[in-house]
């Protein structure tokens, strides 16, 4: 049995983690749940798992969550709580499923107490690939990506050497708005930008899923969880979401992993791993898919994804940069306080100011973190976007 510690449980990856677990429970233990202020469900979720530990991101709920389930479990709280939940003795496997560079420091510190890592949060990677895999490699520590379309490539590779790929096809639904014209994409609103046509994800990754930042991002995870060059990366619009990506090799052979829209399936494999278990639920059915269509992205449309392959080809410190002006340009969209297409035009200002470096501590990711997200709000408070 694998002792679990799921941080980000009250989300769309954690309760999904949760209802493999429920389903398997000869399979998993859960140890450690923690979220960031939703009580509520962190509560149910605790009565039902009686895990060791119980961490609530935001401080200021530490006493109530206390209250209601403090006889149940041990309760924590904040960025210490969370690394607590990360480091936890008796987890085998922490699940990263926080949102946004909040993952990056739990996620490091149960690397160095050599816990494999079932990887959802892809800002971790983003924002610190070079340390997180320098770590991982030096701890012994597998990292298992609950990402769909990273899965997919790691399923794909299988026993194939890194040296025998040519290239990864990373698929992409394209969104709700890959029809729309750049004069459209204008006047889209925040529910439109929400209405995902094949996933139901979490608020902040539906967003960059319609600026198609979500594939940029996951082209710099990628990068550093297979080791490729980023013209070894390749982008292919994808609208059915069936195939989640693939593979070429050397001798021009594509290996690719399909399946339904089910972020359960990869969740599980990377819990499971290297078995396969027999999983409920729809299976895929060729014949009633029908047709498969792939497209390029147009990178002109969609500027968030040209900004990532800029930045990854920029290096390190732009990574950073683009992680956290997304993040905090996201934050105001889904506020309200911009339109849909400033999103991209503030992130390109910031890292057009950047000055390019290689970040060697998570102290220098977290300062240049925040002095991007500084750059955003001073656009917005000057109207610049
Ligand atoms: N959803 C998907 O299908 C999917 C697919 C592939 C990859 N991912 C990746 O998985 C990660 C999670 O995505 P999601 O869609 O599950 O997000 P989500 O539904 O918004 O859930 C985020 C989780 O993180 C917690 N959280 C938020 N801010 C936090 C903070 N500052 N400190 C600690 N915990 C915090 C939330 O707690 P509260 O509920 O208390 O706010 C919640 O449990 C993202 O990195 C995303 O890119 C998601």
Redesign the pocket.
């Known amino acids: 049995m694998k002792g679990l510690s799921v941080?980000?449980?009250?989300?769309?990856?954690?309760t999904q983690t949760l209802e493999v677990a429920r389903a398997n429970p000869e399979l998993f233990r859960i140890d450690a749940l923690?979220?960031?202020?939703?009580i509520d469900?962190?509560e149910q979720q605790v009565r039902e798992f009686k895990p060791r530990l119980a961490v609530v991101?935001d401080e200021g709920r530490y006493l109530e969550l206390k209250s209601r389930v403090g006889h149940l479990t041990r309760i924590s709280a904040g960025i210490d709580g969370?690394v607590e939940a990360a480091v936890l003795k008796d987890a085998d496997v922490v699940v990263t499923?926080?949102?946004?560079i909040?993952?990056l420091i739990p996620t490091y510190n149960a690397i160095k107490s050599k816990k494999d890592i079932a990887l959802?949060?892809?800002?971790t990677l983003v924002t610190a690939g070079r340390l997180i895999m320098a770590a991982a490699k030096e701890n012994g520590v597998q990292i298992l990506p609950?990402?769909?379309e990273h899965s997919a490539i790691f399923q794909s590779i299988g026993e194939n050497s890194r040296k025998s790929i040519a290239r990864l096809i990373l698929t992409a639904s394209g969104g709700p708005f890959r029809s729309k014209s750049m004069e459209e994409l204008e006047d889209v609103t925040l529910q439109d930008a929400l209405n995902h046509p094949n996933?139901?994800?979490?608020?902040?990754?539906t967003v960059?899923s319609a600026t198609l930042m979500?594939k940029g991002?996951e082209v710099i995870e990628a990068k550093w969880l297979f080791d490729m060059a980023p013209e070894q990366i390749t982008v292919c619009v994808h609208p059915q979401s069936i195939i989640h990506s693939a593979v070429e090799f050397i001798d021009g052979s594509v290996i690719a992993q399909l399946g339904l829209a089910d972020?359960k399936l990869p969740i599980q494999y990377a819990l499971t791993y290297p078995e396969r278990k027999a999983m409920a639920g729809k299976k895929l059915d060729l014949f009633e898919i029908g047709t498969l269509d792939f497209y390029k992205p147009d990178l002109e449309k969609f500027k968030c994804l040209r900004l990532a392959f800029e930045a990854l080809n920029i290096g390190d410190s732009a990574c950073v940069v683009l992680n956290g002006a997304n993040e905090a340009a996201v934050g105001l969209f889904l506020e309200g306080r911009i339109g849909f297409l400033d999103i991209g035009n503030i992130i390109e200002k910031v890292l057009q100011k950047h000055k390019a470096s290689v970040p060697s501590t998570l102290e220098d990711i977290v300062a240049l973190d925040l002095w991007s997200r500084q750059q955003v709000i001073e656009l917005f408070e000057t109207g610049c976007r």
């Open positions: 941080l980000g449980s009250t989300g769309s990856i954690g923690a979220a960031h202020s939703n469900l962190l991101g969370m499923a926080i949102v946004g909040a993952g959802a949060n892809k800002e609950v990402d769909s996933w139901k994800m979490g608020r902040k990754i960059d979500n991002l972020m």
